[in-house]
């Protein structure tokens, strides 16, 4: 029972989107169109009220990515080796206190959020933030056929449109509505490799310039 209890706490994924039950995915309709929506659209937004799981959808599709582990009903995009993925949010604490704590659990019980706890190879502190996690090694399904791990780095609005520059990630989300000239150097990361932005954010600003490129797409904010 120990044993269970243990297996249990670090695979909180599985506990996600059952088949049936009163919390099962059919119960979420707009959750699977926006995983489905993966397999052929390289931009997408999860725009809504809060409260509603729309970071938890991220993370749980982040994590079938990083680990290579997907559900039988998955009929999104796939990645059958390890990726390079980035994560961001508004700051270094907010990321530390949001992001990562889904992603990865309490700070001293790693293996207890999204990411079963047996998947997590390694992490690396971030300078000047208490407990918060810089990058992360992650083993995919994959790591015995393909020499290499699935890698995440945390990053934040705050440090500027520059340090995004550089780099080939293939996943990024972002959680919390972005500047414009980070979420345009974000797309330019993943122009050249097809890879994906995964955004998520309730819409406090008003209709700014990003809000109208995804409800307006070609049309110029006047």
């Known amino acids: ?128 933030i208490r407990e918060a996690i810089d990058t992360a090694a992650i083993r995919h399904e994959s790591v015995s056929r393909f020499d290499g791990y699935s890698t995440m780095v945390m990053k934040s609005y705050d440090q500027g449109r520059k340090s995004f520059q550089g780099g080939k990630p293939i996943i990024i989300l972002l959680d919390e509505e972005p500047p414009q000239d980070v979420y345009t150097e974000c797309l330019l990361r993943t122009m050249t490799n097809n890879g994906m932005i995964i955004l998520t954010f309730t819409p406090l600003m008003g209709m700014t310039e990003l809000i109208y490129t995804y409800l307006e797409p070609g049309k110029e904010l006047k």
Request: some cysteine; glycine content about 8%; charged content about 30%.
């Open 1 to 128: 029972m120990e044993q269970e209890l243990q297996r249990r706490r670090y695979n909180l994924i599985e506990k996600y989107y059952p088949e049936t039950g009163k919390l099962s995915r059919h119960a979420y309709p707009k959750h699977m169109r926006f995983f489905e929506a993966g397999r052929v659209h390289r931009e997408r937004c999860m725009m809504a009220a809060n409260r509603v799981g729309k970071t938890d959808a991220a993370c749980y599709e982040l994590t079938c990515h990083l680990t290579g582990i997907y559900p039988k009903w998955w009929e999104g995009r796939k990645f059958n080796t390890p990726i390079d993925t980035w994560l961001a949010g508004d700051t270094s604490t907010t990321v530390r206190d949001i992001l990562q704590k889904k992603l990865f659990g309490e700070y001293n019980d790693i293996g207890s959020g999204f990411i079963p706890g047996a998947k997590v190879a390694k992490t690396t502190n971030k300078s000047g």
